[in-house]
């Protein structure tokens, strides 16, 4: 069993930044890609970044590229996501998600609760 704590969401303007951290506890972090998704009302929940549990690699969704960077401590058992540049299209509760590779298909194993993100314009 895993355990993930998101925290970090808030209210901010736009163009201002957030970072949001996922804290895991349970089951051996490292043994998962950790994600980060969001859903904002009315919407289904969408991919937003994620970090592989082997080779270090980091995915974005387009709209976020050059905007959010995810990023993880295996020590300390945290991934984050740090958003600069936030627009009112970035408003959605964020998930963070342990998340592994079954053949060509993504199983989520464990979510958060989600934390809030309101981007004012």
């Known amino acids: 069993q895993v355990q993930l704590v998101e925290s970090g969401g808030g209210l901010v303007q736009a163009g201002g930044s957030l970072r949001l951290s996922c804290a895991a506890s349970?089951?051996?972090?490292?043994?998962?890609?950790m994600g980060w998704f969001r859903q904002a009302p009315g919407n289904e929940r969408e991919f937003v970044a994620a970090?592989?549990?082997?080779?270090?690699?980091?995915y974005y969704r387009d709209s976020v590229k050059g905007r959010f960077l995810i990023s993880r401590d295996n020590a300390k058992n945290m991934e984050y996501l740090q958003m600069n540049s936030l627009k009112p299209e970035d408003t959605a509760v964020y998930y963070c998600a342990a998340m592994r590779k079954v053949g060509t298909d993504w199983k989520y194993d464990y979510w958060g609760q989600g934390t809030q993100v309101t981007v004012s314009s």
């Open positions: 970090f592989s549990k082997s080779v270090f690699s980091t």
């Open positions: 349970g089951r051996t972090f490292s043994n998962y890609t």
